[in-house]
């Protein structure tokens, strides 16, 4: 399968097919986030990168700055593309573009539902760590669990400066 991950520019954007992608993978109560996310896409106060075949567009991720971190909004893969390894590709290129926009950059977060066990899998097995839980962030009566990956290592004298 031949695939290619891009930062795509704004005007890019086809708002309908990210729909389509997310269908059936995110519950309908977050359909207002997206929509802010997409606003935040077409302002470029989000970043969006993309992974496209000769079909076109199959997944997708998205990430921010909030003061000294990043923060992973988005991804999302089609569920017929899934197991193919594009979800790991995208965080790897997400890492990437941190480091070229905002080098000083050493951790990237998320934020998911705890019983959502596939994506916190997924986060796991991708190099991020639990960094917290928490009860009421998004929606009432529904626990979140934080991660974070380091993106940066500790060097032989103890400082963070060396890419992992």
């Known amino acids: 399968m031949g695939i290619d991950l891009r930062m795509m520019k704004a005007e890019e954007m086809d708002e309908a097919n990210i729909f389509k992608i997310v269908q059936g993978q995110i519950g309908k109560e977050y359909f207002g986030d ?23 567009i199959v997944g997708y991720a998205s990430w921010t700055k909030r003061v000294d971190v990043a923060y992973l909004e988005t991804i999302v893969v089609k569920k017929e593309k899934q197991g193919y390894g594009i979800g790991k590709r995208l965080v790897e290129k997400v890492i990437d573009s941190i480091r070229e926009e905002y080098p000083e ?31 009421n962030e998004f929606i009432l009566d529904t626990p979140q669990v934080h ?8 060097s032989k004298n103890g400082n963070f400066n060396a890419w992992l």
């Open 34 to 56: 997206l929509k802010n996310e997409i606003s935040g896409i077409k302002t470029e106060k989000i970043y969006w990168i993309v992974v496209e075949n000769e079909s076109g």
């Open 105 to 135: 950059i050493k951790v990237l977060n998320v934020i998911t539902d705890a019983d959502a066990s596939s994506s916190v899998g997924f986060y796991l097995k991708n190099g991020f760590i639990i960094s917290g839980h928490v009860n």
């Open 147 to 154: 991660l974070s990956r380091y993106i940066m290592k500790w």
